[in-house]
């Protein structure tokens, strides 16, 4: 059950912006104690691409509860949002967590994975009312009382009727670092971040908004991060796409 942060028990916020630690009572220790999951979910082609299994990928263990979300880009850096509303104090924002993803990966996952199940959500949401309250708010200029970030690069969707989650995920860049340069792939343990509910409807929102921001990202990525270019970075593939079917 969620606390009144929004954020279950296994997921902290404080005022200050530190990081999600899981730790047993009794101990004190600043240290990320989130277990690595199974490798499962990962192979490696025959070209040395890693593969993903979505069928495989692990829940994560914490879950955040967001009423909006949106999505803000710098060159080399986007973050995306998600938010609850202080439900005491106008324009203000209870919680907020910040979401890191490389471009190259947001590009590649967030958007990249998500054409497909993106044009099925917009024909789902399109059969209900437009929602006039949302569209006049403006979530991205409310102060919030308590931040929390968290850096992935990896994602899954799905939605059921008008529930919707992404489940984050993190493949450490030391060991995608070490895999490219031929040392092996022990260090590719995919590691479950956060999952984040929302409505489908504000899902959907998030995903429209991103379009220009994958378009930006598109004419400026250089071509080392461009499939099926000459030296090419490592490159992530799924093998399934994740949706439960709307109901």
């Known amino acids: 059950m969620a606390d009144d942060l929004g954020v279950t028990s296994g997921l902290r916020m404080s005022n200050k912006h530190q990081h999600f630690a899981r730790v047993p009572l009794?101990?004190?220790?600043?240290?990320?104690?989130?277990?690595?999951?199974?490798?499962?979910?990962?192979?490696i082609g025959l070209d040395k691409s890693i593969r993903i299994d979505l069928s495989k990928l692990p829940t994560p263990g914490g879950?955040?509860?967001?009423?909006?979300a949106w999505v803000e880009h710098?060159?080399?850096?986007?973050?995306?949002l998600f938010a609850k509303l202080s439900r005491n104090t106008k324009?203000?924002?209870?919680?907020?967590?910040?979401?890191r993803y490389p471009p190259e990966d947001f590009?590649?996952?967030?958007?990249?994975?998500s054409r497909e199940f993106h044009k099925r959500l917009t024909t789902y949401c399109k059969a209900w009312p437009s929602d006039d309250a949302r569209d006049k708010l403006h979530p991205e200029s409310f102060k919030?009382?308590?931040?929390?970030?968290e850096w992935v690069n990896f994602d899954s969707m799905a939605h059921a009727g008008t529930e919707a989650s992404v489940d984050f995920f993190l493949l450490p860049a030391a060991g995608?670092?070490?895999?490219?340069?031929?040392?092996?792939?022990?260090?590719?343990?995919?590691?479950p971040v956060v999952r984040v509910n929302m409505s489908a409807f504000e899902l959907l929102r998030l995903l429209d908004s991103a379009q220009d921001v994958a378009d930006t990202i598109t004419n400026y990525l250089p071509a080392l991060h461009r499939p099926n270019s000459p030296g090419q970075a490592q490159q992530l593939e799924t093998t399934r796409e994740h949706e439960e079917p709307g109901r």
């Open 26 to 43: 009794g101990r004190t220790a600043r240290t990320d104690t989130r277990s690595p999951v199974s490798t499962d979910p990962i192979t």
């Open 63 to 68: 879950v955040y509860d967001a009423d909006v």
């Open 74 to 80: 710098s060159v080399g850096r986007v973050s995306i």
């Open 91 to 99: 324009d203000t924002l209870r919680t907020r967590l910040e979401i």
């Open 107 to 113: 590009l590649r996952a967030f958007w990249g994975n």
């Open 144 to 149: 919030a009382e308590k931040d929390h970030s």
């Open 176 to 191: 995608i670092a070490r895999f490219a340069q031929g040392q092996g792939s022990s260090g590719l343990i995919l590691t």
